[in-house]
């Protein structure tokens, strides 16, 4: 039997594999260096590109395809909660290879139709990991979440592998069904409490909380004499083990983790 790809996959992906793409100065400057030519897009030619390694094609055009947050959550809305199958997958990357698409580039003033490559597309359908499952312990959460658009973003990160073991699924389950009850949900704590279990790996409510109240101290007891430059935030910035980081960056991180605490446990939090 045929692998069957759902209805609308195949024309989600495709459409973004063929949205506009801009060229930043940097990955410009990359190019150029790594095809020996003046402009970025000149070396992003069809010929030169079959002239080349699979890995040095996926490696130049992979920061213009890689799904973003709002690309993956946009495929929840044709992509099973089991996932779809490995077999699925493949045919999904064949059907795409096959209608040799190329993509809108622009690099300052110019344009050009840039072609998607096989490599790059098998890439960009595995990170939107469409053939992971969202557990069977928060599929009925997910399912019963009324606002279609966090329910996109619940459903994308409940299928991220670190929700997948059981202690975990119940983890988020709970937090998920404490945010509804109070009406406390937002799409921005619970993106950073996935990223923080990813980060410190708690397998219960009670290691989150310690964890979170760890990280608060830290930033506590580091805020009279911080060690911070624009060089520093621009390497850790982007690292939830990080202390040492811009004043934004750090105000969000210590609501997020006051916030899920606040959700968690009813005693009293930690100023900021």
Known sequence: MDPIVPNGLFECVRAQLLAPKVLTVRVGG???????VDDPLDGLALDLLRAREPFEVELLLSPLFTPTH???EACESVLPLEGIGKEAQERL???LANEDLFCPVSYGHRAQAVPVMEVVIERYV?????SLAIHPLLRPVVQAWVDDKERSVLSSLARRSVWHSEQRARLLGDVLQVMKERETFRVDKVRFLTDFVVTYRPNGKQELLHMLS???EAYHQDSEHPIYNQQLEHYQGGNIRSRYCGADVR???V???NALIAD???SPVMPA
């Open 264 to 266: 968690c446990d009813p």
């Open 30 to 36: 990359t190019i150029c260096g790594l095809m020996g």
């Open 70 to 72: 709002t690309e993956m």
């Open 251 to 253: 105000s969000f991180r």
């Open 255 to 257: 609501a997020m983790a």
């Open 214 to 216: 760890s990280l608060l």
């Open 93 to 95: 990357v064949t059907s």
């Open 126 to 130: 595995r990170l939107l990991h469409l």
